[in-house]
């Protein structure tokens, strides 16, 4: 009895865990989404610009001695206008362009972004705090950080506003529009480069969330996010990689399992990286749209 | 048509050419005095990760830099030569640094190759600098395996402790504490982390097996999340922490141990040892009380502990070194690899005096293996002997158990030496 | 044969044989010119060549991109690696089966990724290569795991007098000469015609009859085959091989080797390799090798991306399709204005892939 007890014990509280480190993929992969839905193509750099974001919150922080909330705010803005420009700048010039030149570009990014961090704020790691107390609660012997629920709370809170900027303002449906049928929507005046744009910024945005929930639990430097960028791609395809309801739920899923497959398979905490891929390629061939995404049909 | 003759013929006399002349460049070239040694300057070389994900580690060399151009500006160089210290990226993947390590000896012509990072990229070359008999000096990693193959690799040498000894020493007193019978091990999975339980192994002897009531493990790569590697060892039952992992991951599973309620005695591997890291662990968690009690090693002094060793003069040296030349090193020793660079760095510069005006590699190497015996390190431990024999190439194997007190290290016991087994 | 038919025939010559003749004096000029670093980067060329090639065939010509296929170049290596060290197999033996255990792996991997089209593929493949170190480093009984494999130096044969460096060279590139054929043929042949059919739309190319999975899975299986053999050659020369040799970084360095290379052209692979090797040293010495708080860290990246943008916006058919361009300039110039009508088709070479072109196209985004 009480052996069961513990095991079950033991279980709930790898989920737990594993919901929380979901949760964090899942923030992630929302930016993942929102470029993916805006123009197809999945953004290699998304975790570098996240990254970025969060080391300029740090400044703000650390150097200008702003409170937390101030700088969180300030550099979500600032992140929204940093995504503009990358679009404008790097992403224009190639409109129109084939996937592997597109994917080229976001590898370019990729190594700018890393690059020019590395540049100016060094690879030392640096402390960055989370606004949320380390505590933890017990719920039925089974420990739930409270920056663990924070995390959570926040991506949903992101998520919620993602949904309803789609699904309920005008700005929202011209995005949805003219990523999905460009030149209709031309036609009918939206102007469909400016909310490409937008996505970007969007996307820049919801990343640099990501990022200041990531750091506190890794240390801050410039190459912080490589190791989440994996799984939140998973958690994208997983989820359908159009949705971002899906992302959030694909994140949970994929913490909740790569938690699991790491306790119960022997030898597979050693394993993640490869369950990832399976998980992305196991989605991709048997049900490609992801758990909530559209079927697509390949109009020829 | 015809010009594309004319064109041919010229290409291929020239070809002839760049033959007869190139032929005779083929082969080794016997030289008088050894490569990277001139009137007024020695060239050191090392491979370094620049760039990449292991490219923390760089603040080593930018410590060891900062104190070669205090060396050349301050002191004069060693013997009247200053140091050019060139160190180039090899990104710690162990397919770059053969190229790496050829461009260093070939075009840079370095004279030795001086504290190069890594165990698999120290490993990809130790054949080329050995059949080309250039030291492959005080490399940067506690891989045991440099001392231990001294007779196949007389031309490799490690400088600082290894892990296997530190594991060891872990173990020992281990086992001579009380209510600490039940240890979870959590390493990485490479040579590193399988040095620390290895040696954790051996210093527990036939009760190892009992002991460890459970091991997990992690990828270098992996996403930072040591949740499930904690939950796992915690519910083995263990009352025992011993981490093995790297200073992200070693503070991640710490803060998880923390935060899921389990109290375990934990033990830290030394290159997870920084000060900087465990206060932003405390900060983090808002309190010091799941970390006091933390018992590492250490084989240098800890310039954030002024009480201690706010009027160290070697401590103070390094803070005007780096405070100098600190390349970006915080003269504060917030970056514990700025500190373990200039350490060694002195020992290189130490040993460079001691070869005096013959400068060759085969006497640097003679006195480097088995002649070294340097008392006034700076930076290490009060006590500590840098010192190699005939039979010895572990030069520095001096440690001292520290414990966490809030936001610092508080060294207790001997200064442990790993040669009186 | 048609007046322009002949004038092609010869064409055909001058553009093939002539860049094969500065080729083949480059090529013995080099390890007898310049001292054994820099020969070994070229060594580490030809490895880079044959891995490209193959992967030019796979994203060049039939379309599929992969971000990958570092994995192969590691069975390869491994495959080397493991015969010699353990087995005392002569190397040479082990090359071509390096590259059959790949070609292997190409087809199994091919065989799902036939459902996976564009950016799903490039997903999928980026997995494929973050995840090959973790499954070299776990299965260590079997790969020696992170100590990783250690092999004698391969000496020259039948006691030449040449130095190690030099003979890797020669036999990197005798390699890298000898795939070199057969690759040139497969563009030229039904086979090649069939990639690009398949490339430039699928669904057309099953209207005329093409089989997409048989060509699209030989194509991984070519590809791969190629990458073996490279990943077993780099094996020998670099002579110790770990789990962290194949990262994510070798793979993507294949990909931008193929596309800065010049995609779909034939000679692109080798820019290509040279370009992968020799950049990343430029940079270094150009970012200067001072110690500093702002030296070197960081700079080769940013100028590394900011080249690469700037290449794919003005030369997407990459440094091949540069080449092309200004030879057809340089005829054009030659033959003068009042020339022949421009209409007559260019060299016997494929026309650079669909890369080149900036199209949008109807079906774009139901990929």
């Known amino acids: ?300 | 048509m015809i010009g594309f003759k004319r064109l041919a013929a010229v290409l291929a006399t020239l070809a002839l050419t760049a033959v007869a002349c190139g032929a005779q460049q083929s082969g080794s070239q016997a030289t008088k005095t050894d490569p990277g040694v001139t009137q007024d300057t020695i060239t050191l070389g090392a491979t370094y990760p620049v760039s990449g994900t292991a490219s923390f580690y760089y603040s080593v060399a930018k410590g060891a830099g900062a104190y070669f151009e205090y060396i050349n500006n301050e002191k004069g160089g060693v013997n009247g030569r200053k140091i050019k210290y060139i160190v180039v990226d090899d990104a710690y993947t162990p397919a770059n640094t053969p190229a790496k390590a050829r461009e260093l000896v070939q075009q840079d012509k370095v004279f030795l190759t001086y504290g190069n990072l890594g165990t698999p990229t120290n490993l990809a070359v130790r054949d080329y600098y050995n059949q080309q008999k250039v030291p492959q000096l005080f490399v940067f990693t506690g891989s045991s395996v440099w001392g231990a193959d001294y007779s196949k690799y007389p031309w490799t040498l490690g400088w600082q402790p290894d892990y296997v000894t530190e594991g060891k020493i872990y173990a020992r007193y281990i086992t001579q504490s009380e209510a600490s019978d039940k240890i979870g091990v959590l390493y990485q999975n490479d040579q590193y982390g399988k040095d620390y339980l290895n040696g954790l192994r051996a210093g527990l002897g036939d009760k190892a097996a009992a002991m460890i009531t459970d091991t997990a493990t992690y990828n270098a790569n992996d996403p930072v999340d040591m949740s499930s590697q904690v939950n796992k060892l915690k519910a083995s039952g263990a009352n025992t922490f011993y981490v093995a992992a790297t200073p992200a991951y070693a503070a991640n599973a710490v803060t998880n141990a923390v935060k899921n309620g389990w109290k375990p005695k934990i033990y830290m591997n030394n290159v997870s040892g920084a000060s900087a890291t465990w206060r932003g662990v405390v900060k983090g968690l808002g309190a010091s009380a799941g970390v006091d009690g933390m018992i590492s090693s250490t084989y240098l002094k800890d310039p954030l502990d002024t009480a201690k060793w706010g009027n160290n003069a070697g401590v103070k040296l390094f803070r005007d070194v780096m405070t100098r030349y600190g390349n970006g090193c915080d003269p504060s020793g917030a970056d514990s690899f700025c500190i373990s660079g200039m350490a060694s760095a002195f020992t290189m510069v130490n040993l460079l005096r001691q070869a005096g005006n013959d400068l060759t590699r085969k006497h640097v190497m003679d006195l480097a293996c088995c002649a070294l015996n340097e008392t006034d390190n700076p930076l290490l431990l009060p006590g500590t002997v840098v010192k190699t024999t005939k039979t010895d190439h572990f030069p520095v194997q001096q440690e001292q158990l520290q414990r966490w007190e809030q936001d610092h290290w508080v060294p207790f016991g001997p200064v442990l030496d790993a040669r009186k087994k | 044969m048609t007046a322009t038919g002949a004038l092609n025939s010869s064409r055909l010559r001058a553009s093939t044989i002539f860049p094969a003749l500065v080729a083949l004096v480059v090529l013995f000029g080099i390890p007898l010119t310049t001292d054994s670093f820099q020969t070994f980067q070229f060594a580490n060329v030809a490895v880079f060549v044959v891995a490209v090639l193959g992967l030019n065939l796979l994203t060049g010509y039939s379309g599929q991109i992969s971000l990958g296929n570092g994995a192969f170049m590691a069975i390869g290596g491994y495959t080397t690696a493991l015969l010699v060290a353990r087995l005392g197999v002569p190397y040479a033996l082990t090359i071509p089966l390096g590259g059959l255990l790949a070609a292997a792996a190409g087809v199994v991997i091919g065989i799902p990724a036939l459902r996976l089209r564009g950016i799903y593929l490039a997903l999928a493949t980026f997995a494929l290569a973050l995840a090959v170190t973790p499954v070299l480093n776990n299965f260590d009984s079997f790969t020696g795991g992170h100590a990783g494999v250690n092999m004698n130096p391969a000496a020259p044969p039948f006691g030449l007098d040449l130095s190690n460096e030099q003979w890797l060279y020669f036999l990197c590139w005798a390699v890298a000469a000898i795939l070199f054929l057969p690759a040139r043929l497969l563009i030229g042949s039904r086979t090649g015609r069939a990639w690009m059919a398949i490339r430039d739309g699928e669904t057309a190319a099953t209207a005329n009859g093409i089989s997409i999975s048989f060509y699209k899975t030989l194509a991984f299986g070519i590809s791969a085959f190629y990458a073996g053999v490279a990943g077993s050659l780099q094996a020998v020369v670099l002579t110790y091989i770990n789990p962290d040799s194949y990262s994510l970084a070798l793979s993507l360095s294949l990909l931008i080797g193929a596309v800065v290379g010049g995609l779909g052209s034939v000679w692109g692979p080798v820019l290509g390799g040279l370009v992968v090797v020799w950049l990343p040293y430029l940079a270094e010495r150009a970012a200067g090798l001072h110690l500093g708080p702002l030296s070197f860290g960081g700079k080769p990246d940013i100028g590394f991306g900011i080249l690469l943008l700037v290449l794919m916006y003005f030369a997407p058919a990459g440094l091949a399709g540069l080449a092309a361009r200004a030879w057809r300039r340089y005829r054009r110039l030659r033959r003068g204005s009042g020339g022949q009508a421009d209409g007559e088709s260019e060299t016997v070479e494929p026309e650079p892939v669909a890369t080149a072109e900036r199209q949008v196209e109807p079906d774009q985004m139901s990929t």
Request: hydrophobic fraction near 60%; proline fraction near 4%; aromatic fraction near 10%.
């Open chain 1, 1 to 300: 009895m009480l052996l069961a007890a513990s095991v079950i014990q033991s279980f709930a509280q790898q989920v737990v865990s594993g919901v929380a480190a979901g949760a964090i993929y899942a923030s992630l992969a929302l930016a993942l989404v929102l470029i993916y839905r805006a123009m197809d193509v999945a953004n290699f750099a998304q975790g570098e610009m996240a990254m970025f974001a969060t080391f300029v919150a740090y400044t703000l922080i650390t150097q200008f001695h702003l409170p937390y909330l101030l700088a969180f705010v300030l550099t979500i803005l600032l992140a929204f206008a940093g995504g503009v420009i990358v679009e404008r700048a790097v992403v224009r010039p190639f409109e129109g362009a084939p996937v592997l030149t597109l994917v080229i570009v976001t590898l370019a990014l990729f190594s700018i972004v890393n690059g020019l961090a590395g540049l100016i704020w060094g690879y030392v790691f640096k402390t960055f705090d989370s606004p949320f107390p380390a505590r933890s609660i017990q719920v039925a012997g089974v420990f739930v950080g409270i920056q663990d629920l924070g995390v959570i709370a926040v991506t949903l809170v992101v998520l919620a506003v993602v949904f309803s900027f789609f699904r309920y303002t005008r700005l929202g449906l011209a995005m949805r529009a003219a990523a999905l049928y460009p030149e209709s929507s031309r036609l009918l005046g939206v102007r469909t480069s400016r909310m490409l744009a937008l996505g970007w910024g969007l996307a820049a945005a919801v990343g640099a969330v990501s990022g200041m929930m990531v750091a506190p639990i890794v240390f801050l430097d410039p190459n912080m996010m490589q190791p989440v960028l994996l799984f939140a791609f998973a958690a994208a395809v997983l989820g359908g990689i159009e949705s971002p309801v899906g992302s959030v739920i694909g994140g949970v899923i994929v913490g909740v399992l790569l938690a699991l497959v790491g306790t119960y398979l022997p030898g597979g905490q050693n394993l993640r990286i490869p369950f990832g891929l399976i998980v992305i390629v196991a989605v991709l061939l048997f049900r490609p749209a992801g758990l909530l995404g559209r079927r697509e049909m390949k109009r020829v």
